[in-house]
């Protein structure tokens, strides 16, 4: 009886161990989905957004300075006088869909808003996608003060511009993320008939991971002829990322002052071969103020 018992008992851990050892082999044949993260470090690569969301429930704050002109001199500490400032608040609604507010306060005053949806995400496995697409919507409000009386009366939509926007993006490896962005602004209000209410800019970023938290960042956006004014100029800035923990700094040179949308892609007047450069830096810093419910 004893013998049996034995025998009985053998075979049942062997059962199970066979049964564990299939389980295992089913697991390892099993797809999986791989997402790309963290092509940038935060959902803005200088001026413009990158291809990255806020994850549901995370509030990101924002604070951008964007200093005077370096080719001012030592009399104003080289553009340290005088700044331009932005302060936002970015919230993920959704994995897919952030919102956002800012002001921005100095010589150039404004209120922007914004939408941003991710299309399709860049993913390997059971489904593969080689890029991230995403859209953005962008409402900018001019705050400043009619000077010219021969603009009055000046309606408040002529205070409106729109920028529609097309993000396509894709993580290369660890080190290196590219993004081309296409973008529609739309000006209520053009101060002579040479200007166009609609302006298309074709925009690229990307980023260079130099260590584990430090990358150098770069982004250009090219206006299409007979646009603009002639003495307005491509946006150009190139900066470096800095993370420490929940802050993420960014330092960056760049020819323009405005943060909004529409102010950098159409009224940025500075020269860079001319020295019209402006010192300026961005932090991030952000809050998890809802969990999502696990399912």
Known sequence: MRLILVFAFLAFALSSTGQDDLLDLLGEDEPTQDFATAGFK????????????????????KISHRFGRLNTGAYNLFGLDNAFMRIGLDYGVTEWLNVGIGRSGGAIKYYDSFVKARILRQQTGMKNVPVSLLWVTDLNI????????????YPFTNRMYYTNQII????FNDAISLQFMPSLVHRNFVRTKAESNDVIVLGVGGRVKLTRRVAINMEYHYVLPDQLDPKYSNSLSVGFDIETGGHVFQLHFTN???????????????????????FGFNVSRVFTVHRPKRK
């Not at 001019?142 to 009366?153: E, M, Y």
């Not at 323009?256 to 402006?278: Q, Y």
């Open 168 to 171: 396509v993006g894709r993580k």
């Open 42 to 61: 935060t959902t803005r690569i200088i001026n413009g957004h990158s291809f990255e969301l806020n994850s549901h429930g995370v509030l990101d704050f």
């Open 256 to 278: 323009s002052r405005g943060m909004a949308e529409s102010v950098f892609l159409t009224e940025t007047d500075g020269k860079w071969d001319a020295g019209d450069i402006h």
């Open 142 to 153: 001019d705050a400043n003060q009619v000077i010219d009386t021969s603009l009055l009366p």
